[in-house]
């Protein structure tokens, strides 16, 4: 019967050293391998108990694996509710704080939730225009670009609820490039002047348009401090969408000047 002796272990152990060592058969461990792989506390057994004993290790893994995700599944029913910041859990949902998305919970004052906020006044604000314009003028053309502005907003609060990607479309009919180069040059397609300050004097519904588009860019300032994290801003697509609203208001203001709204 063949022997393996220390130094045969040595090499064979020298760039890995296992759990266990199986001994092929028809072969022995000298002492002094037996010796040494003991010092390394590296189990010694025969080559035909290797199958039972990796499928016993397989069983062992597979259970402990199974209870843990039973303590998770416990943990996550008594504990209902998330501390997105801390991972502390609650049972019921603090007055002070809000849901961020699924189970998740921010405090109310949260930047994303400053951002919320901002973005449901602005929704508010757009259909309070609305009303005020069909009340005084029932102008179709604006109502009806006012409510692509609406549509607009609503995709915005819809994918940052969900944690969505925007889907972003065309606002006012007008592509991103196309909004970008007629807000930029206001002259040139509706002959207005560039940066023209607001008065009393331009209408009320002039009034209100600026009023929301103020209120975009505040929201674009929201959401700077809301998705920023280590100087680096994690939702892209919202910010541009918001400067792309903001264009899209000034354009119709900048139409309304113009005199390219009809009145009914």
Do not use: W
Request: aromatic content about 6%; proline content about 3%.
């Amino acid at each position: 019967m063949k022997v393996i002796t220390e130094a045969i272990v040595r090499a064979e152990l020298k760039a890995t050293q296992p759990e266990v060592y199986y001994i092929p058969e028809g072969k022995i461990l000298s002492p002094a391998a037996r010796e040494y792989l003991q010092g390394l506390q590296v189990a010694i057994d025969f080559e035909k108990n290797r199958a039972a004993n990796e499928e016993k290790k397989q069983r062992i893994m597979e259970e402990k694996v199974q209870e843990t995700f039973k303590n998770e599944v416990a943990a996550q029913q008594s504990s209902k509710y998330i501390d997105y910041e801390t991972g502390a859990s609650y049972a019921s949902k603090p007055e002070y704080m809000t849901q961020l998305h699924g189970n998740m919970l921010v405090d109310k004052n949260h930047p994303r939730i400053k951002y919320r906020g901002k973005l449901d006044r602005l929704e508010a604000e757009v259909v309070n225009a609305q009303c005020v314009i069909a009340a005084n003028e029932n102008n179709k053309e604006l109502l009806a670009d006012l409510d692509d502005i609406l549509a607009a907003l609503g995709r915005l609060m819809r994918c940052e609820v969900m944690d969505e990607e925007l889907k972003s479309g065309n606002i006012l009919g007008l592509t991103h490039d196309e909004l970008r180069e007629r807000s930029h040059n206001p002259m040139k397609y509706y002959n207005i002047k560039q940066l023209l300050l607001p008065n009393y004097s331009m209408g009320l519904s002039y009034s209100l348009l600026n009023l929301i588009r103020a209120s975009v860019r505040e929201a674009e300032v929201l959401a700077v401090d809301a998705f920023k994290e280590n100087r680096k801003l994690t939702r892209t697509d919202i910010i541009e969408e918001l400067n792309r609203l903001s264009s899209a208001l000034h354009i119709m203001m900048c139409k309304y000047l113009a005199g390219e709204y009809n009145k009914a």
